[in-house]
């Protein structure tokens, strides 16, 4: 059927079917099958790598022509599966459509494919939706606060010409989006929306204060060189300047925390639990406060640099666009420009540049119509 004329959507990109892999490959012999047991206490198992929309006596035969499985039974054959999707181009960045006052779209339907894409808008949406029906503003995430909002960004902007996935690669600021970061990053945010309950913002708040302790402890435990030698953080030729504090050491690539443990003049953690959870006092919370801190120190200079950039984009991304802005009238601007603009409507400066077509120095116009737009307004 893909190659018939019956299917003719594109399929996603990073789960092809086997008979596009052998269009794609055909100058390879063979072709890797991960057999996958469907379950502990099932007998049926799942060839992983041969998704396909060929005819059931076709998948057959494939199947019993892999050693091992010749007298197999196929209980549930392959099939392809075509979808349609609306332009995400037509969305604001709330995921509200912009036709229709109140309607909002998560998933597929937007161009996406994958469960966590689909997962995340639905938050969004819902998000959005519901702050909507109470008078509030929408919450749009940001491109350096969340993955989500890099989805989001580039789905509004720039649309989904094939099935889109979320990839770290899509995302500039990475740095900032870690996994051991995304409590931070988010938490305080959902709690301000009534998303996260009191025992999990009590923890969270108990791993953040005993994060800044940990940090303050480190910052002013004063290491001797005798001290680092006997932890074997460094050898015996090496000498430690007077005042090095713990927190220098740990800025080195090759210390790692549980080293700074063996220092006399350090010891372990000792987190304040006497309000919370015996969970605060366990050896996992412990390690998770280590973990934090020591990525802390480690990238501190990096992230610092990049945070700085970040605000630096942030003053001129941030310009909001009137959404009755015609860009015929912006001065200067290429007919590709007014076109690409024209149809992804965007929000703020910094979607426009990133609508593709749209070059710096057409950012550059649209910045001095609008100031030029300001101060005539304000005259």
């Known amino acids: 059927p893909m190659f018939s004329g019956a299917i003719e959507g594109v399929g996603p ?22 057999v996958e047991p469907e379950g502990l206490n099932s007998i049926e198992v799942y060839p992983n790598g041969i998704s396909t929309s060929l005819p059931f006596e076709t998948q057959l035969d494939m199947v019993r022509s892999i050693t091992g499985f010749e007298q197999a039974h196929v209980t549930r054959p392959g099939y392809a599966i075509e ?70 960004d580039d789905l509004t902007t720039q649309g989904a010409s094939e099935p889109y996935r979320m990839f770290t690669s899509r ?42 302790d940990e940090h303050a402890r480190l910052a002013r435990t004063n290491v001797s060189t005798e001290s680092a030698r006997q932890a074997g953080l460094i050898n015996d030729r090496q000498t430690l300047t007077a005042g090095t504090k713990a927190r220098d050491l740990l800025r080195r690539p090759e210390v790692r925390y549980q080293q700074l443990q063996q220092l006399g003049e350090l010891g372990p953690i000792s987190a304040s639990t006497e309000a919370l959870d015996d969970y605060l006092a366990t050896e996992e919370f412990a390690e998770q406060v ?38 015929e009238s912006v001065h200067g601007l290429s007919h ?44």
């Not at 500039?172 to 931070?184: G, V």
């Open 290 to 327: 280590a973990l934090q801190v020591e990525t802390d120190i480690k990238y501190e200079g990096y992230v610092a640099r990049q945070t700085r950039e970040i605000e630096q984009q942030r003053k001129r991304s941030d310009l909001r666009i009137p959404t009755d802005l015609s860009y």
């Open 83 to 152: 979808y349609d999707y609306f332009d995400p181009r037509d969305l604001h960045p709330s995921l509200a459509t912009r036709h229709l006052a109140g309607l909002y779209f998560a998933g597929q339907i937007n161009g996406t494919t994958g469960y966590e894409e689909a997962a995340a808008q639905g938050l969004l949406a819902g998000l959005n939706a519901a702050r909507e029906v109470q008078g509030q503003s929408a919450w749009i995430p940001r491109r350096d606060e969340a993955y989500l909002g890099v989805l989001v």
């Open 171 to 212: 995302a500039e600021h990475r740095l900032l989006l870690r996994e051991d970061n995304a409590d931070r990053r988010l938490t305080p945010i959902g709690r301000t929306f009534g998303l996260v309950d009191d025992v999990r913002w009590r923890i969270f708040e108990a791993r953040q204060t005993a994060s800044h």
């Open 336 to 379: 590709e420009a007014r076109q690409r603009l024209t149809e992804a409507r965007p929000d703020t400066i910094g979607q426009a540049g990133r609508v593709p077509g749209v070059t710096p120095a057409a950012v550059s116009l649209l910045l001095i119509h609008l100031k030029k737009r300001e101060l005539k307004q304000s005259a």
């Open 13 to 34: 990109r990073y789960c092809p079917s086997v008979e596009d892999k052998i269009f794609r490959f055909a100058d390879k012999s063979s072709h890797q099958i991960f």
